[in-house]
T-cell receptor, first 112, second 115 residues
Framework: EDQVTQSPEALRLQEGESSSLNCSYTVSGLRGLFWYRQDPGKGPEFLFT???AGEEKEKERLKATLTKKESFLHITAPKPEDSATYLC?????????????FGKGTMLLVSP | DAGITQSPRHKVTETGTPVTLRCHQTENHRYMYWYRQDPGHGLRLIHY???????DKGEVSDGYSVSRSKTEDFLLTLESATSSQTSVYFC??????????????FGPGTRLTVL
C-alpha cells in the first residue's frame, strides 16, 4: 500500500526565516511526486512534479527536491503570502493514471 | 487557473435525501476525479473517469455513484446522504501524456453538510 507522511504537521516561521517541509513516501515504483499549495476554502493549486531521484524544481521562493525515499520543499526567505497548507502526493507506476496518494499536509504560517 | 467549476459550492441537506454534485471543465481533459477532504484524512479518491461513460472506483466509493455523459461534465451522486458524508468535495482533471504531465488540477470545492 502506498503511503505518504508529511512533517511537521504545522510550522510557524517569521518572515525571512528559511525552512524545509518533508514528505516521506513508500510506493511500489514511483511515477511522480507532486506538490500542491492549498489556501483556506480553496482547491489545491499545483506547484511541482518530480519524476526521479536527484531532480529539483524551483518557483520563486520554493524549491522542491527528491530522493528515493523523500521529498523536501525548501522555502527561502518566506513572506506572509506563503502561508498555506502544502500537500504532497505520489503516483505509483502501476496505478495507471488514476491514483494519487496524498499526505495530510503541512500547515505553514509566516508571520510578518 | 484550469477551467474547472463545481456546483453547488455549498449545500446543506438532511440524512436520507439524494444529492448530486456537478463538475464542469472547459479544458477537454480526458480524466476527471472526485475526492473528499476531511480533517485528519487528507484527500481521498472517491471515483474517477477516464472517458465518456468510463468510470472506476476509488478508495472510498461506498455510498457514491458517478456518471459522465459528456467530456466536460462529471456528476457525483449520494443516493441517500448520511452524516458521515459531510465533507468538502473536490473535482480534479488531468490529461496524462505517457510518463509526463500526470498533474491533476483541482476545482474550487463543494462544502456539503448532511444534518
Amino acid at each position: 500500500e502506498d503511503q505518504v507522511t508529511q512533517s511537521p504537521e504545522a510550522l510557524r516561521l517569521q518572515e525571512g526565516e528559511s525552512s524545509s517541509l518533508n514528505c516521506s513516501y513508500t510506493v511500489s515504483g514511483l511515477r511522480g511526486l507532486f506538490w500542491y499549495r492549498q489556501d483556506p476554502g480553496k482547491g489545491p493549486e499545483f506547484l511541482f512534479t518530480l519524476y526521479s531521484a536527484g531532480e529539483e524544481k524551483e518557483k520563486e521562493r520554493l524549491k522542491a527536491t527528491l530522493t528515493k525515499k523523500e521529498s523536501f520543499l525548501h522555502i527561502t526567505a518566506p513572506k506572509p503570502e506563503d502561508s498555506a497548507t502544502y500537500l504532497c502526493a505520489v503516483q505509483a507506476r502501476d496505478s495507471g493514471y488514476s491514483t494519487l496518494t496524498f499526505g495530510k499536509g503541512t500547515m505553514l504560517l509566516v508571520s510578518p | 487557473d484550469a477551467g474547472i467549476t463545481q456546483s453547488p459550492r455549498h449545500k446543506v441537506t438532511e440524512t436520507g435525501t439524494p444529492v448530486t454534485l456537478r463538475c464542469h471543465q472547459t479544458e477537454n481533459h480526458r480524466y476527471m476525479y472526485w475526492y473528499r477532504q476531511d480533517p485528519g484524512h487528507g484527500l481521498r479518491l472517491i471515483h474517477y473517469s477516464y472517458g465518456v461513460k468510463d468510470t472506476d472506483k476509488g478508495e472510498v466509493s461506498d455510498g457514491y455513484s458517478v456518471s459522465r455523459s459528456k467530456t466536460e461534465d462529471f456528476l457525483l451522486t449520494l443516493e441517500s446522504a448520511t452524516s458521515s458524508q459531510t465533507s468538502v468535495y473536490f473535482c480534479a482533471i488531468s490529461e496524462p501524456m505517457g510518463l509526463q504531465y500526470n498533474e491533476q488540477f483541482f476545482g474550487p470545492g463543494t462544502r456539503l453538510t448532511v444534518l
